[in-house]
């Protein structure tokens, strides 16, 4: 069981930054992936960008591709979302989620973090 802490959401202007940070711990041996999804009111949950916790190998939606970054920092055990150029549609719940394989879906999710961008 792998237990997931995200931090860092707020309030921000159109065209400002902010960095998530979600936290592992409990099984961090069981990551093969660490994915960030954000869920707006009256939304369905997408996808937002993962990477690989090995190797390091970043995917990101279309809509933030250029605008946001991901990143891990192994010993911390903990992955972060670099968010730059904000949008008022890119205010959302964002959460971290563990994926256990390259077979396996993400099954632990964190408990979320608003961001909110005014414009």
């Known amino acids: 069981q792998v237990q997931l802490v995200e931090s860092g959401g707020g309030l921000v202007q159109a065209g400002g930054s902010l960095r998530l940070s979600c936290a592992a711990s409990g099984n961090t041996f069981s990551i093969f992936a660490m994915g960030w999804f954000r869920q707006a009111p009256g939304k369905e949950r997408e996808f937002v960008a993962s990477i690989t916790w090995s190797g390091g190998s970043t995917y990101f939606a279309d809509s933030v591709k250029g605008r946001f970054t991901i990143s891990r920092d192994k010993a911390k055990n903990t992955v972060y979302l670099q968010m730059n150029s904000l949008k008022p549609e890119d205010t959302a719940v964002y959460y971290c989620?563990?994926?256990?394989?390259?077979?396996?879906?993400?099954?632990?999710w964190g408990q979320g973090t608003q961001v909110t961008v005014s414009s």
């Open positions: 989620a563990r994926r256990r394989s390259s077979l396996d879906n993400y099954d632990s």
